[in-house]
């Protein structure tokens, strides 16, 4: 290995020491010498960094991170492992404030909506919530029709207790896409909570009636019927299947939740 120039021998011998407990302290040694031979794009500094993180190195495996979402933010990739490692290092430091500014800085810089709905979602984790809020507010004020932004939005008003404003929160997510189907579970738990259940599901019924949507019927109909609105929930069927007319085109789930409902009723 050492007499080779290839980029992903050495990626790939590093990847594999670290998977082995009986060779762990070879292992930083051999990322430190795959850095010499390839770019350092995501897939490797996330690697990198969980090595760090297996040896209780969680500081350097933050940095690591932090340069892991610098560089999903230049090439696109996925953004949210590297903030699901962010969060498991910074729970095992006991949350320090300066890791916690070290993260927000790197969001910051990067002003990328995807790491910041990401990083707004482990600060709420971290109980967090007034900052993550803030986050989503950012990225609503950029991206508008972002719906999981709306959701995640929802659930922080949700855990401050002002649950009729994250009904509304949901609402706009399910009017933004109506064949989202988070949008409903989100829904479910809030019109549970409701002091206005019926007032809370014309809201819905609504938006899926203008959506003309077989998916939000389906969607809506599964909903309906786990609220223990069996009748209305066979409307909400067959609704969907007059705008899809053949039960092969229907989604599996939603014929088998068709039938449950007529079984319900009887």
């Given at each position: 290995?050492?007499?080779?120039?290839?980029?992903?021998?050495?990626?790939?011998?590093?990847?594999?020491?670290?998977?082995?407990?009986?060779?762990?302290?070879?292992?930083?040694?051999?990322?430190?010498?795959?850095?010499?031979?390839?770019?350092?794009?995501?897939?490797?500094?996330?690697?990198?960094?969980?090595?760090?993180?297996?040896?209780?190195?969680?500081?350097?495996?933050?940095?690591?991170?932090a340069s892991a979402i610098?560089?999903?933010?230049?090439?696109?990739?996925?953004?949210?492992?590297?903030?699901?490692?962010?969060?498991?290092?910074?729970?095992?430091?006991?949350?320090?404030?300066?890791q916690v500014e070290r993260?927000?800085?790197?969001?910051?810089?990067?002003?990328?909506?995807?790491?910041?709905?990401?990083?707004?979602?482990?600060?709420?984790?971290?109980?967090?919530?007034?900052?993550?809020?803030?986050?989503?507010?950012?990225?609503?004020?950029?991206?508008?029709?972002?719906?999981?932004?709306?959701?995640?939005?929802?659930?922080?008003?949700?855990?401050?207790?002002?649950?009729?404003?994250?009904?509304?929160?949901?609402?706009?997510?399910?009017?933004?896409?109506?064949?989202?189907?988070?949008?409903?579970?989100?829904?479910?738990?809030?019109?549970?909570?409701?002091?206005?259940?019926?007032?809370?599901?014309?809201?819905?019924?609504?938006?899926?009636?203008?959506?003309?949507?077989?998916?939000?019927?389906?969607?809506?109909?599964?909903?309906?019927?786990?609220?223990?609105?069996?009748?209305?929930?066979?409307?909400?069927?067959?609704?969907?299947?007059?705008?899809?007319?053949?039960?092969?085109?229907?989604?599996?789930?939603?014929?088998?939740?068709?039938?449950?409902?007529?079984?319900?009723?009887?």
């Amino acid at each position: 290995l050492d007499a080779t120039k290839t980029a992903a021998a050495h990626v790939a011998w590093a990847a594999f020491l670290s998977e082995r407990d009986d060779f762990r302290p070879q292992v930083l040694g051999a990322y430190e010498r795959a850095a010499h031979h390839t770019k350092h794009d995501a897939e490797f500094l996330l690697r990198w960094g969980k090595a760090l993180a297996a040896m209780g190195r969680h500081e350097q495996a933050l940095e690591k991170y932090a340069s892991a979402i610098r560089a999903t933010a230049a090439d696109g990739s996925d953004v949210f492992e590297c903030f699901e490692r962010v969060d498991e290092s910074l729970q095992a430091m006991g949350i320090p404030e300066s890791q916690v500014e070290r993260i927000q800085n790197c969001v910051d810089s990067i002003d990328d909506h995807r790491a910041r709905l990401a990083w707004a979602q482990v600060l709420l984790k971290l109980e967090r919530v007034a900052a993550s809020a803030g986050q989503v507010e950012k990225v609503i004020a950029a991206q508008p029709r972002d719906t999981r932004a709306w959701l995640h939005w929802g659930r922080v008003l949700r855990t401050l207790g002002a649950r009729e404003d994250a009904m509304a929160k949901f609402e706009n997510a399910i009017e933004l896409d109506p064949s989202n189907a988070d949008g409903y579970i989100c829904s479910l738990e809030s019109i549970r909570e409701s002091k206005d259940a019926n007032a809370a599901i014309a809201r819905t019924q609504a938006i899926v009636d203008a959506s003309a949507s077989a998916a939000a019927h389906s969607l809506w109909a599964g909903t309906l019927s786990q609220l223990g609105r069996h009748e209305a929930a066979l409307k909400q069927f067959e609704a969907a299947f007059r705008i899809v007319p053949t039960q092969v085109a229907m989604e599996g789930w939603a014929i088998a939740g068709w039938a449950h409902a007529l079984q319900r009723v009887g």
